[in-house]
T-cell receptor
């Protein structure tokens, strides 16, 4: 159990277009989902925390108007990169949180590779 | 702010060698500590965790002990296998911040037969 999927697994788009990435918890309900960005050979950087039915909480330095997050249900969160530019090219990873007794364990999706031309 | 620092890679070992990957952290309060593993082409998986000082997390032969006095959570394995080749991330979850994770930079491990 505790499987998280992301779609698409990779996407190539032209500069100036918008791209939507979906994150789904397949076999559990997740009140909280997280979005991370990972650069090559580098760590994961938390972008935002998404709670079902409320506005996302963005980390310092992350443009909320550029990275739109919607958490419409307990199993789905979406990240939309608006007016994408080459510097937005990266590996985007989501995770979904599930209570495991004393703490909330995060389960990670496989990631989405975004390339902006 | 809270942060995690882990030893730089890549680390290359021969099969059956002893593994240590150092991890130290800076945090206010009492964070929970984690090691995640990312195998090639796959998503991050929780390897082990410790939620309070002196706890030892263990899984698949890997161990790490939450040392508050040295603010460390070093990962160890007595005898590595080729299948352990992956990127290992140390992470902390600050107390009472909704479960967010702060990751170290990752350490790539390559085990040769």
């Amino acid at each position: 159990g505790a499987v998280v999927s992301q779609h698409p697994s990779w996407v190539i788009c032209k500069s100036g277009t918008s791209v939507k990435i979906e994150c789904r918890s397949l076999d559990f309900q997740a009140t909280t989902m997280f979005w991370y960005r990972q650069f090559p050979k580098q760590s994961l950087m938390l972008m935002a925390t998404s709670n079902e039915g409320s506005k996302a909480t963005y980390e310092q330095g992350v443009e909320k108007d550029k990275f739109l997050i919607n958490h419409a249900s307990l199993t789905l969160s979406t990240l939309t990169v608006t007016s994408a530019h080459p510097e937005d090219s990266s590996f985007y990873i989501c995770s979904a949180s599930r209570s495991s007794g004393t703490y909330n364990e995060q389960f990670f999706g496989p990631g989405t590779r975004l390339t902006v031309l | 702010g809270d942060s995690v620092t882990q030893m730089e890679g890549p680390v290359t070992l021969s099969e059956e060698a002893f593994l240590t990957i150092n991890c130290t952290y800076t945090a206010t309060g009492y964070p929970s500590l984690f090691w995640y593993v990312q195998y090639p082409g796959e998503g991050l998986q929780l390897l082990l965790k410790a939620t309070k000082a002196d706890d030892k997390g263990s899984n698949k032969g890997f161990e790490a002990t939450y040392r508050k006095e040295t603010t460390s959570f070093h990962l160890e394995k007595g005898s590595v296998q080729v299948s352990d080749s992956a990127v290992y991330f140390c992470a902390l979850s600050p107390y009472n911040q909704g479960g967010k994770l702060i990751f170290g930079q990752g350490t790539e491990l390559s085990v040769k037969p």
